[in-house]
């Protein structure tokens, strides 16, 4: 029987070599090395965050917070940095989106005629 994770754990190396992953790489240590920047990353994440547990939780999302996040996100896209750190992280998510792909199409071959 092969074992899937030493093949998986194998991709891992070449992913970390992928021109995707290096330009996301200098674009967070861009993002780390700048004090504003990443104030501004944190506070957007964090309010990300926040709201994914609440909606999870089933709980509303009030106004205030929706406008209050949506202020946050525009003061991040508004930093250099961080726009092209999201832009280098959107790249990379193609990749994995590709890869997932690749992945699930044996599984979506099973299914096929039924």
Avoid: C, H, W
Avoid at 67 to 85: D, G, H, P, R, T
Wanted: proline share 1%; glycine share 2%; no cysteine.
């Amino acid at each position: 029987m092969i074992n899937i994770y030493n093949e998986i754990n194998a991709l891992e190396g070449t992913f970390r070599k992928t021109s995707e992953f290096e330009e996301l790489k200098e674009a967070v240590e861009l993002v780390k090395n700048d004090e504003e920047a990443l104030n501004v990353f944190k506070n957007f994440r964090k309010i990300q965050i926040e709201l994914q547990k609440k909606q999870l939780a089933g709980e509303e999302i009030l106004e205030d917070e929706l406008v209050y996040a949506q202020k946050a996100a525009q003061l991040a896209q508004q930093n250099e940095k961080i726009s092209s750190m999201l832009e280098a992280e959107m790249k990379l998510s193609k990749v994995i989106e590709e890869v997932n792909r690749i992945l699930v199409k044996p599984i979506q071959t099973l299914y096929e005629g039924i």
